[in-house]
């Protein structure tokens, strides 16, 4: 029985988002199987890199110009829900005021 690939975005977003998705300090990379890359709807948003903190350990690194802050990653819900992203809540959705005062703005 084949199942269907769910298919990612890989053009990038219209608009900037509301949110976006920052990785905190407890991002583990879940080793070597992040759920988050496969709960992301865009391709490429959510990538694997070495972690600095611990060379020989990965992590997970967010494209700004690609997140759509549609939360699917992350497994905090409304009114501190559990959903099925990040199981080490190492996902933090940030108003985008915010990441662009610390970060400085996007471009679009």
């Known amino acids: 029985m084949a199942v269907a690939e769910k298919a990612k ?12 998705s920052v990785i905190n300090d407890g991002c583990t990379g879940c080793g070597g199987s992040p759920i988050c890359q496969e709960d992301c709807p865009v391709e490429n948003c959510m990538v694997e890199v070495v972690n600095p903190d611990v060379p020989h350990a990965k992590q997970i690194n967010v494209d700004p110009l690609l997140c759509i802050g549609c939360k699917k990653c992350t497994s905090k819900g409304p009114m501190d829900t559990f959903l099925e992203g990040c199981p080490w809540d190492a996902i933090d ?3 985008l005021s915010e990441y662009e005062e610390t970060y400085g703005e996007l471009p679009y």
């Open 9 to 20: 975005r890989s053009e990038k977003r219209k608009r900037k988002p509301k949110l976006i």
């Open 93 to 95: 959705m940030v108003p």
